[in-house]
């Protein structure tokens, strides 16, 4: 599920896909209506693969999460994000368990359950294998030769 460049900007309703970087910001086009907008890079802009979500053992990237919930819906829409608190929150529980939930509140919820129902709708969930970093021991390299010339 690629999120890199599906953007949330504070202060516009829903999301919006980056579409050419400019000398002062950027164009957007919004996954609502398909109306591009320009935005200055004095707006707070956020990419969703940047996005965590609080755990007890650590923080999990919003991908995992929206994996979570098509696997759960079977790639379908879920529940609306109008629901109340405690329904949306029980409905995380099942997709996230170890959610820390004193850091984790409903209305985050009710954004990636939106956001979600958003990307579904648009065809944007993509299956694609976790990107793990492999913790490898990289090969020994020999130390590179400078070229030397000699004059004679």
Known sequence: MSLEKILSISGKPGLYVLKV???TGFVAESLLDGKKITVSL?????????ISIYTYEGEKPLAEIMQNIAKKENKG??????EDNATLLSYF????PEYDEERVYASDVKKIVNWYNTLQAKGLLVDEAPVVAEETKPAKKAPAKKASAKKE
């Open 21 to 23: 970087q400019t000398r």
């Open 42 to 50: 004095k707006s707070n802009v956020s990419l969703l693969s940047e």
């Open 77 to 82: 829409q879920t529940i609306s994000h109008k």
């Open 93 to 96: 529980r099942e997709v996230l």
